[in-house]
Structure formats: structure tokens, C-alpha cells
């Protein structure tokens, strides 16, 4: 049974760091690139960030760049999101996900396993 499950959500005060992880069971990371997802409420689900399969190539969403890094360890099947001087803005359900296609840009696309999501509340 295939498990992706993000941790490291919760509530931060602007300018501060979180670190999102996603351990996968179930399936080989490796086999895949791997991105990050985030949906305020009211708005679309959108990119974040991309990652392909060996980690040497990353995109990301204007908005996180500078500020977010992606990273993976595929001995340890995790997808990490470093988030520092985090924003109001921020503040969104964020969720991993593994794509059969590689990554062209932060919006990683044809998923084919979704993690549940963990909330990142960033307050002003």
C-alpha cells in the first residue's frame, strides 16, 4: 500500500522557518521527480517547486525563490521543503506529490501519487 505523508506544518510568525518533509512507503521516490503543492483557501492548487530525479535540477514559483529549498533523499525516500522568512502569504495546505513526467518548471505535472497535506499558518 502505497503511503506519502507530510510533516513539519504548523503555525509560524512572519520571517520565520519551517521545514516540510515527506517520507513515502510503498513505492521508490527514486523512480520519480517530486514536487511541492500549496492551496490557500479560495484559490487553486499551485506549484511550488519541482525537483527531478536525482536532485540536481529544481525549479521554483516566483514567490519562494530565495526564500524555499527543495531537496530530496532518496536513501531515506523523503522530499524535504526548506521555508524560511516565511509570509502571510504563505499560508496554505501544502502537499507533496511524485509526477511521471520530469519537471520543466514548478508546476509538476501528470501526478501519480498525491501525499494528504500538511497546514503551514503563517502569521503577520
Known amino acids: 500500500q502505497v503511503q506519502v505523508a507530510e510533516s513539519g506544518g504548523g503555525l509560524v510568525q512572519a520571517g520565520g522557518s519551517l521545514r516540510l518533509s515527506c517520507p513515502a512507503s510503498?513505492?521508490?521516490?527514486?523512480?520519480?521527480?517530486l514536487g511541492w503543492f500549496r492551496q490557500a483557501p479560495g484559490k487553486e492548487r499551485e506549484g511550488v517547486s519541482c525537483?527531478?530525479?536525482?536532485?540536481?535540477?529544481?525549479f521554483y514559483e516566483d514567490s519562494v525563490r530565495g526564500r524555499f529549498t527543495v531537496s530530496r533523499d532518496n536513501a531515506k525516500n523523503t522530499l524535504y521543503l526548506q521555508m524560511n522568512s516565511l509570509k502571510p502569504e504563505d499560508t496554505a495546505m501544502y502537499y507533496c506529490a511524485a509526477t511521471r513526467s520530469s519537471c520543466s518548471g514548478p508546476q509538476a505535472t501528470n501526478i501519480r501519487y498525491w501525499g494528504q497535506g500538511t497546514q503551514v499558518t503563517v502569521s503577520s
Open positions: 525537483i527531478n530525479w536525482s536532485g540536481s535540477i529544481t
Open positions: 510503498g513505492l521508490s521516490f527514486a523512480n520519480y521527480p
